[in-house]
């Protein structure tokens, strides 16, 4: 995990290196590596304990219940693993744009920011699970991310969301 943390964090400041090396006036943003904004606090109602005991064994129970999706976003964010979530996420707002030019901008912002190698929130999927998802965005169709989209979730429900639920983010849900 550790290896991990020190790899994304690597690529964060490879690309805020780059970024000052294309805009100098940027500097700042070297100053101050981690000027993330407060979580907002969730407004959806708590769930109640009953609902929450049905996401250990349901990660997609837990991405349905907008409470349970920001305290699993806010676990992840803690150990800065946050990209596979926001991958998922990005795959089902994509499935759900019509314009097929729409739909061409934002396959190619998504396969920019987490697909490619070295993307800044690079997920971690398998060499043929990348060229099948870069074949299919020749011809972008809502389904040209679901292999890798299956990937990613499969590794969150093995990894993560076990990891979640010993967490005191899982435990502050069900209280």
């Not at 304990?49 to 964010?77: C, H, I, M, T, V």
């Not at 759900?96 to 998504?110: F, R, T």
């Not at 998802?133 to 990937?151: G, I, V």
Request: proline fraction near 9%.
């Amino acid at each position: 995990r550790a290896r991990g943390r020190a790899a994304i964090r690597a690529k964060e400041i490879k690309t805020k290196l780059g970024t000052l090396l294309q805009r100098p006036d940027s500097a700042i943003d070297l100053i101050i590596p981690y000027p993330e904004k407060p979580p907002k606090p969730v407004k959806a109602p708590k769930p109640t304990p009953e609902e929450a005991a049905q996401w250990r064994a349901s990660l997609d129970k837990l991405l349905q219940n907008s409470y349970g999706l920001a305290s699993f976003k806010s676990f992840l964010k803690s150990e800065f693993s946050e990209e596979n979530l926001e991958f998922w996420i990005a795959c089902e707002d994509y499935k759900k744009i019509k314009s097929p030019a729409k739909m061409a901008e934002q396959a190619k912002k998504i396969y920019e920011e987490f697909i490619q190698p070295e993307a800044p929130k690079e997920v971690n999927i398998d060499h043929l699970t990348r060229a099948c998802t870069e074949q299919n965005l020749a011809e972008p169709s809502p389904c040209c991310f679901e292999m890798a989209q299956r990937r990613v979730h499969a590794l969150m429900e093995k990894d993560s969301l076990p990891r979640f639920v010993r967490s005191h983010f899982y435990h502050q849900c069900g209280q």
